[in-house]
Nanobody
Framework: QVQLVESGGGLVQAGGSLRLSCAAS????????MGWFRQAPGKEREFVAA????????QYADSVKGRFTISRDNPKNTVYVQMNSLKPEDTAVYYC???????????????????WGQGTQVTVSS
C-alpha cells in the first residue's frame, strides 16, 4: 500500500503560478498511474490531470489544458503538477491519487484511484 502526501499549496494572485508535489512512501511510485483531482467548496471532486506509470502518457481536464503540467520523478517517488496562469476558479483543495491497475492510459475517473493524499489548499485571489 502506498501513502501519499501533498505539499506546495498556498495563496496566490490570479495569473500566478504554483507547483504542487505529491510524495509517495510505502511502495515505489512507478507501480501506479497517478492523478490530481480537486474539490472546491460545495462542489464535487473533479479530475485535473493524470500521468501514466512511466510518464509517457498524460491526460488533462479541458479547464486546465495549456496551463497545468503534470510530471513525475519515479526515482524520487514524487509527482508534480505545475500550475500557471492561475484563475480564481482554480481555488480548491487539490488531491493526488494512485491507481494500481494496469491500464494502457491513466484514467480520469476518481473511481479508478485506490489511494489518496490528505489534500493541499490552493487559493487564487482576484
Amino acid at each position: 500500500q502506498v501513502q501519499l502526501v501533498e505539499s506546495g499549496g498556498g495563496l496566490v494572485q490570479a495569473g500566478g503560478s504554483l507547483r504542487l508535489s505529491c510524495a509517495a512512501s510505502g511502495r515505489t511510485l512507478s507501480s501506479y498511474h497517478m492523478g490530481w483531482f480537486r474539490q472546491a467548496p460545495g462542489k464535487e471532486r473533479e479530475f485535473v490531470a493524470a500521468i501514466s506509470r512511466n510518464g509517457g502518457n498524460t491526460q488533462y481536464a479541458d479547464s486546465v489544458k495549456g496551463r497545468f503540467t503534470i510530471s513525475r520523478d519515479n526515482p524520487k517517488n514524487t509527482v508534480y503538477v505545475q500550475m500557471n496562469s492561475l484563475k480564481p476558479e482554480d481555488t480548491a483543495v487539490y488531491y493526488c491519487a494512485a491507481d494500481p491497475r494496469i491500464w494502457l492510459v491513466p484514467r480520469v475517473s476518481s473511481n479508478a484511484y485506490d489511494y489518496w493524499g490528505q489534500g493541499t489548499q490552493v487559493t487564487v485571489s482576484s
